[in-house]
C-alpha cells in the first residue's frame, strides 16, 4: 500500500480520469475495519487514535488513547466476546450514549461477529424490535448507531493515523457544546469536522470567539446545508446514496467564495476559503 494510491493527486476535475483509471481494490485499502486497525496500530503506535471529552464544561479533561492501546483494548474485548460464544455471524446489540468505551466496543463486536447499534433514545417498544430483528446473542449498552460517526468520525481519520475527538456522551445533544465549539477547534486544533444540518445552522449563530485558522472543511450529511451556514470554512455536502456513506461531496452553492462544483467523487481537495 502507498501513499500514492491510497491519496492520489486532485487539484481539478480533469484529475479525475486518471483517478477513476485505477480500480478501488488496487489502491491497497485495508479489506476490514479490523485490518485498518491493525495497520494504523503497526504504522502509528505512540500516535493519539482518540480523544474523548467528558462533557462540553470538561473539555479541556479528555481521556486520550493510543493506536497501540485501543487494538490493545479491541484485541481484550474481542476475546470476551468470543469466550462469550460470538461467532462470525452473531450479532451483538450495543446502546449507550457516547463514550470513550463505546469505539473499543463497536470495533471488537465487529472483530467477533456483527455490531448491531442501537439508538438509546428510541422508545422501549422498538428497542425491543430492534433486538428481536437482530437477533443479538449479547446486548451491551455501547453503541455508535449512525453509519457516518462510524466510518466518516471513526475509521476515516484511521487510515492517516489521525486522532479523532470526541464531543461527550450527549454530542451536539448538548446544549452548552454550542457555546465552547470554537474554543474546542482552537484548543485541538481540528482541521475538519462533520455534522447535520441543524448544527450548523446552530453554529452561524454562536460568534467566532476563538482561533479557528486550523478548520479546514466542515462536512454535512442528512439535507441540504441551511442559507445560514457559516462562511469562514470550506463546506461540503456529503450525500449519502443507496446505503453507501459518502458517495459524492459538493461545495455548498450561493456562498461567496466557494467553488461552484457540480457532484464530484469524495477526492477533494480542502482549502479554507477565510
Given at each position: ?23 478501488l ?16 496500530a ?13 462533557d462540553?464544561?470538561r473539555w479541556?479533561e ?7 492501546q485501543?487494538i ?13 460464544g460470538?461467532r462470525?455471524n452473531d450479532?451483538?446489540a ?8 463505546l469505539v473499543?466496543a463497536t470495533?471488537?463486536a465487529?472483530?467477533?461477529?456483527i455490531a448491531?447499534p442501537i ?10 424490535e430492534?433486538l428481536?430483528?437482530s437477533g443479538?446473542?449479547?446486548f451491551?449498552?455501547?453503541p455508535?448507531?449512525h453509519?457516518n ?5 471513526l475509521?476515516a481519520?484511521?487510515?492517516?493515523g489521525?486522532?479523532?475527538v470526541?464531543?461527550g ?8 457544546l ?6 474546542i ?10 455534522a ?10 454562536c ?19 441551511p442559507a ?27 456562498a ?13 481537495r ?5
Amino acid at each position: 500500500m502507498t501513499a500514492t494510491a491510497l491519496w492520489p493527486t486532485y487539484d481539478h476535475p480533469d484529475d479525475l480520469p486518471a483517478i477513476e483509471a485505477v480500480p478501488l481494490d488496487s489502491r491497497g485499502l485495508p479489506t476490514s475495519t479490523y485490518h485498518l486497525l491493525v495497520r494504523a496500530a503497526d504504522l502509528w503506535p505512540d500516535r493519539t487514535a482518540l480523544t474523548v471529552l467528558p462533557d462540553a464544561a470538561r473539555w479541556r479533561e479528555p481521556v486520550r488513547r493510543a493506536y497501540s492501546q485501543l487494538i490493545a483494548d479491541v484485541h481484550r474485548a474481542a476475546t470476551a466476546l468470543h469466550a462469550a460464544g460470538i461467532r462470525r455471524n452473531d450479532a451483538v446489540a450495543l446502546m449507550s450514549p457516547n463514550r470513550d468505551e463505546l469505539v473499543t466496543a463497536t470495533l471488537a463486536a465487529q472483530v467477533a461477529g456483527i455490531a448491531a447499534p442501537i439508538n438509546p433514545g428510541l422508545s422501549g417498544e422498538h428497542i425491543a424490535e430492534l433486538l428481536r430483528r437482530s437477533g443479538a446473542r449479547i446486548f451491551a449498552a455501547l453503541p455508535l448507531l449512525h453509519v457516518n460517526a462510524l466510518i466518516v468520525t471513526l475509521l476515516a481519520p484511521m487510515l492517516r493515523g489521525q486522532n479523532v475527538v470526541w464531543a461527550g456522551p450527549l454530542g451536539y445533544r448538548d446544549a452548552a457544546l454550542y457555546g465552547e465549539v470554537w474554543r474546542i477547534v482552537e484548543h485541538y486544533r481540528l482541521t475538519a469536522m462533520s455534522a447535520v444540518p441543524i448544527v450548523y445552522a446552530v453554529l452561524a449563530q454562536c460568534p467566532v470567539d476563538a482561533d479557528i485558522s486550523s478548520l479546514r472543511a466542515c462536512l454535512v450529511g442528512a439535507s441540504m446545508l441551511p442559507a445560514a451556514a457559516p462562511n469562514s470554512v470550506t463546506v461540503l455536502d456529503a450525500i449519502v446514496e443507496d446505503g453507501s456513506v459518502v458517495v459524492t461531496v459538493a461545495a455548498a452553492a450561493g456562498a461567496a467564495g466557494r467553488p461552484a462544483l457540480d457532484r464530484y467523487p469524495l477526492i477533494w481537495r480542502l482549502e479554507t476559503t477565510a
